[in-house]
């Protein structure tokens, strides 16, 4: 029978990265692993938001700079361009591409429909 300590109810996966996105994204300067341990309100390690933002560092998601002894990081793009992100990559996961960019269109609404097509035609032509 285990009688230890009671341990801190978990996050869903990603939680703790997405409340770290927000933080930085937020923040006007950069943050280092403290900064963003004195933002977060929980019983967090810091070794927990070195690991975790170091994570995020290696799947592009931040850059970083040398500050002290510690690193400093700021976020790639905003939460427009992290949206895009995940649509560019939902795209690319599946070979068809134009099956999964048909069926997109089709789900739009027609006011999105319309600003898509708004968007498209201010491109120049790649042809």
Known sequence: MNTGPIPAERRPGGALEAEVL???QSSRRP???GDVL??????LAYSTVVTVLSRMFEKGLLTREKQGRAYAYTP????HG???RRMR???ESDPDR???L??????????DEQLLRQLLGGLPDQG
């Open 82 to 84: 992290f949206a895009a």
């Open 22 to 24: 927000a933080l930085l």
């Open 89 to 91: 990559q939902a795209l």
């Open 76 to 79: 790639v793009t905003d939460t």
């Open 38 to 43: 004195q933002h977060l309100s929980d019983d």
């Open 102 to 111: 048909t069926h997109f269109v089709e789900d739009l609404s027609t006011s």
């Open 98 to 100: 134009e099956a999964v």
């Open 31 to 33: 943050l280092t692993p």
